[in-house]
């Protein structure tokens, strides 16, 4: 049997979800726009100015494109932040890079995650996007294990086109993101 891409199961998934949603055409089924990863690095910039630099580097070698560096919109005197303070990093996969890390996700990083069951159905949110957090950027092949000092935790959202939550899941189970089954949840 042939292994099938996301790109390719993105395109079948029209057959399989034709009959439950009631679809006329292939433009109406859910597809995938963008791959968004968060980091947020809080106030570490402060106790170490390269830290971000650090951090945006290993984000770029595991998404394959320059991270940006996002600031605080809003100054808070209590976390003793300023506005334009650079808090997080972020970057946007789209086209061909986000096909590519989605392959990477579910076939290498996931399987490596410690004690990994499945994700949560209820991750799906009700526009119809899976938000998934990840503990520990080490699951993913590029990184080096001599870089264990500085383990931080990233949110990978994917975005789709689905319009609601039970057409969120149903798209993603069928380009083959692994949810809990039923039995997993009630242990």
Do not use: C, W
Request: no cysteine; proline share 3%.
């Amino acid at each position: 049997m042939k292994h099938l891409t996301v790109k390719e199961k993105e395109i079948e998934s029209f057959e399989k979800m034709k009959s439950t949603f009631h679809y006329k055409n292939k433009m109406a089924t859910p597809k995938m726009v963008k791959v968004v990863l968060n980091i947020g690095t809080g106030t570490a910039i402060k106790k170490d100015k390269n830290k971000n630099d650090a951090i945006g580097e290993r984000l770029a070698k595991i998404t394959g494109q320059k991270a940006a560096l996002r600031g605080a919109k809003q100054s808070i005197a209590s976390f003793k932040v300023r506005q334009g303070d650079p808090i997080g990093i972020v970057a946007t996969l789209r086209g061909k890079r986000m096909y590519a890390f989605l392959e990477k996700l579910i076939n290498v990083a996931l399987p490596r995650t410690k004690d990994f069951r499945g994700i949560n159905p209820g991750a799906v949110d009700n526009i119809g996007n899976l938000t998934i957090g990840i503990k520990e950027h080490t699951i993913f092949p590029e990184t080096a294990d001599e870089d264990i000092k500085d383990v931080f935790g990233l949110a990978i959202t994917l975005v789709s086109t689905a319009k609601n939550k039970k057409e969120g899941k149903t798209f993603f189970e069928l380009i083959g993101i692994p949810f809990k089954k039923e039995e997993d949840k009630k242990k």
